[in-house]
């Protein structure tokens, strides 16, 4: 009995031994795992970040035909490579085709970006989409152009009334401030050609009291119909002595008017640059024409899509600047990297 009793104590003792080794080796597990834990609570933190992955803003712009939006891309893409966020840049074939601009308008909205830059061809058409724009806190930014409606809180472009007014002083200077002048524009709707087309017209009213304005005639941009109304104002004012392109595609319809009509005594001046325009200042043909800067204005409408993104404070007009330029001063330093080809 005594052996047996003995035998079951010793029995007992070594599994209370066993049993109580068993818990002291699993309890480091709850510390083990607890490691873990800390790791995977870390990892989230970055998600706390505010705004979306990746930023998109896209450019509608009036055109895409003309060198002078090409130099505008250029700067735009600038902006978004040194912000580090995505762009895209299209406008319509022609600067008539307002409906074209506003399936574009529509399709850009419809990405949901997180602001949006406009050149609007026609403001009052552009309406219902900025209300939409508004209504889905996606701040839009006018460049150009710009949109006359009190949605877009920033314009980036040229003071194209200025400008226009610096064109005509100068062709007034030209003809000897009496004569006729005739001016074919691209259009009659968006803020640049009504600016151009005032600015020119009202500065020759009120400081030229000599000099004649006739009827201003519309080429819609394209080459051909500017060409056929520069030909409509010649023929019927033989005597006109300076004509002024109020765009790129207007002043091509210009030079092509005068040449087919052989008028070699006709003063031309223009606006903006482009090979066409270049060559023809250098060779004397035209007498100078302003020039904004068009990589200058799409960085800067860029910057300031990027600020208003953020909930930063743009200025109501930011304004990028012109140059009145010839054959003299085209190759000056502050001349020179505006032009473009």
């Known amino acids: 009995m005594k052996k047996s ?28 795992s607890k ?80 602001a949006l830059c406009l050149a609007a061809l026609d403001s009052k058409a552009a309406t219902p989409y900025l209300e939409k724009a508004e209504a889905a806190g996606i701040p839009v930014i006018g460049f150009d152009s710009g949109v006359d409606s009190p949605i877009v809180k920033t314009t980036c472009a040229t003071d194209n009334y200025a400008a226009a007014s610096e064109v ?47 009827p201003v005639q519309y080429g819609e941009g394209d080459h051909a119909k500017s060409t056929e109304a520069a030909k409509a104002i010649l023929t019927a004012n033989p005597d006109i002595k ?15 008017a005068a040449k087919e009509l052989n008028k070699t005594d006709l003063v031309m001046v223009g606006f903006d640059s482009g090979k066409l325009l270049l060559d023809a200042i250098k060779a004397g043909t035209v007498a100078g ?21 953020k909930g930063e404070t743009n200025p109501e007009f930011i304004d990028t600047g012109f140059k009145w330029y010839d054959k003299t001063n085209m190759d000056a330093e502050d001349i020179k990297p505006i032009l473009y080809e």
């Not at 109020?246 to 092509?256: F, L, Q, W």
Request: aromatic share 6%; charged share 20%; hydrophobic share 40%.
């Open 242 to 256: 300076g004509m002024f392109g109020a765009n790129e595609g207007s002043m091509a319809g210009v030079m092509n």
């Open 289 to 309: 024409a302003v020039s904004q800067d068009p990589v200058g204005m799409g960085y800067a409408a860029v910057q300031a899509a990027y600020k208003a993104y």
């Open 35 to 114: 490691e873990p834990a800390k790791t995977e609570a870390a990892a989230p933190a970055p998600a706390e970040t505010t705004g979306p992955e990746k930023i998109y803003i896209p450019l509608v712009s009036k055109g895409f035909q003309h060198q002078y939006w090409q130099a505008v891309k250029l700067g735009a893409e600038k902006a978004a490579s040194e912000l580090g966020i995505e762009i895209s840049f299209e406008g319509p074939e022609t600067e008539a085709m307002v409906d074209k601009q506003l399936d574009m308008l529509q399709a850009a909205l419809a990405k949901k970006p997180q």
């Open 5 to 32: 009793l003995v035998l079951g104590l010793a029995l007992s003792l070594v599994m209370g031994l066993s049993t109580g080794c068993g818990q002291k080796a699993a309890a480091p597990a709850p510390e083990s």
């Open 168 to 214: 005509a002083r100068h062709l007034a200077e030209l003809i000897g401030k009496e004569g006729k002048v005739g001016l074919i524009v691209h259009d009659q709707t968006s803020k640049t050609g009504i600016d151009r087309r005032d600015g020119f017209v009202e500065t020759m009213q009120k400081e030229f009291p000599n000099i004649e304005v006739v």
